[in-house]
């Protein structure tokens, strides 16, 4: 399983990003990425990595507090793609951004990150 994050960039306060993790590889072969849950991580400078939202392979979602009614994570199965759409952004949302999906099994398998800055 591999898993590509992109979408991150440099925005000012109060703008929109839309952050994307294609899946792909022969991985899910045995478990197809339906049955995966897919979380958003991200990690500030000096900070440890942190659970910003998370999409089970059923429609459940949870985000962390400080992200709620901000944050939205969807996913589109067809596509072996999820997203996590950004708004009202923050300076303190800046972190590499990190996708990570776990299969039922509970192996877990991580992106490579995207860098999002948010500037005041």
């Known amino acids: 399983v591999q898993l590509q994050a992109s979408g991150g960039g440099s925005v000012q306060a109060g703008n929109s990003l839309r952050l994307s993790c294609a899946a792909s590889?022969?991985?899910?072969?045995?478990?197809?990425?339906?049955?995966?849950?897919i979380s958003w991580y991200r990690q500030a400078p000096g900070k440890r990595r942190e659970q910003v939202a998370i999409h089970s392979s059923g429609t459940y979602t949870q985000y962390e507090d400080s992200v709620k009614g901000r944050f939205i994570i969807t996913r589109d199965n067809g596509k072996k793609s999820a997203y996590l759409q950004m708004n009202s952004l923050k300076p303190e949302d800046t972190g590499v951004y990190y996708c990570m999906a776990r299969s039922p099994a509970h192996d877990d398998y991580w992106g490579q990150g995207t860098q999002v800055t948010v500037s005041s």
């Open positions: 590889g022969s991985g899910f072969r045995r478990f197809g990425f339906n049955t995966f849950d």
